[in-house]
């Protein structure tokens, strides 16, 4: 069964660094997202991408993030500058078009910003 | 605005115990999806089902029951003889149609352990 891959599975970084977490959504899917989790809360939105661009993003997705499909299979999240409070679980998902609205998920990456 | 509330944090219960979680929804659109997700220890998120606004029919699958009430803009989910597998964090989530692009809206989870 076809499913999202995200790499690393914990990323550790030291505040001010870049980073960049990377998913693989399923192959014949056209909607991407990255959401993230902060430890013990909920499940917050940051931002949807279809047809090579931003469709839409919270207010926590600002500036110091970025957005990008490099080639056909890749999504990546960048975070320019890490702050403590950036560390949580990153998700990514997608999901195809028409009626199928369910978006499937990946494994997560535990980012620990130091 | 969209909202969903799951207002048990936690609930504890004994294997073979049936347990009803609950959600909330607000939401200005007439065409919504309605989901639930589980989150077991292991962290990874997993579709369990999607309700669209137009289908009250309750649903079945093995031990899971989902009860979506547009009335009371209610949508719960039960397990019947509740197994120590489905201690997780139960997300409920809301996604409208407007922008097309169906974000989802979650809830703050609520948390199931089963002690057998």
């Known amino acids: 069964e076809p499913e999202v891959t995200q790499t690393p599975s914990h990323q550790v970084t030291q505040m001010g660094q870049e980073v960049i977490l990377r998913c693989v959504p399923i192959?014949?899917?056209?909607?991407f997202y990255w959401y993230r989790q902060i430890l013990g809360q909920k499940v917050e939105f940051l931002v949807s991408?279809?047809?090579?661009?931003?469709?839409?993003k919270s207010e926590i997705f600002d500036d110091q993030f970025s957005v990008e499909r490099p080639d056909g299979s890749n999504f990546t999240l960048k975070i320019r500058s890490t702050k403590l409070e950036d560390s949580a679980m990153y998700f990514c998902?997608?999901?195809?078009?028409?009626?199928?609205?369910?978006?499937?998920f990946g494994p997560g990456t535990r980012l620990t910003v130091t | 605005a969209q909202k969903v509330t799951q207002a048990q944090t936690e609930i504890s219960v004994v294997e073979k115990e049936d347990v009803t979680l609950d959600c909330v929804y607000e939401t200005r659109d007439t065409t919504y999806y309605l989901f639930w997700y589980k989150q077991p220890p292991s962290g990874e998120l997993v579709f369990l089902i999607r309700r669209n606004s137009f289908d009250e029919q309750n649903e079945i699958s093995g031990r899971y029951s989902w009860n979506f009430q547009k009335s009371t803009s209610s949508f719960n989910f039960t397990i019947t003889a509740s197994q120590v597998v489905d201690s997780a964090v139960y997300f409920c989530?809301?996604?409208?149609?407007?922008?097309?692009?169906?974000?989802?809206?979650f809830g703050a989870g609520t948390r199931l352990a089963v002690h057998p």
């Open positions: 998902a997608s999901r195809s078009q028409g009626t199928a609205y369910e978006q499937y």
């Open positions: 991408f279809y047809n090579n661009e931003i469709s839409e």
């Open positions: 192959s014949n899917h056209l909607y």
């Open positions: 989530a809301l996604s409208g149609l407007s922008g097309g692009y169906n974000k989802l809206i």
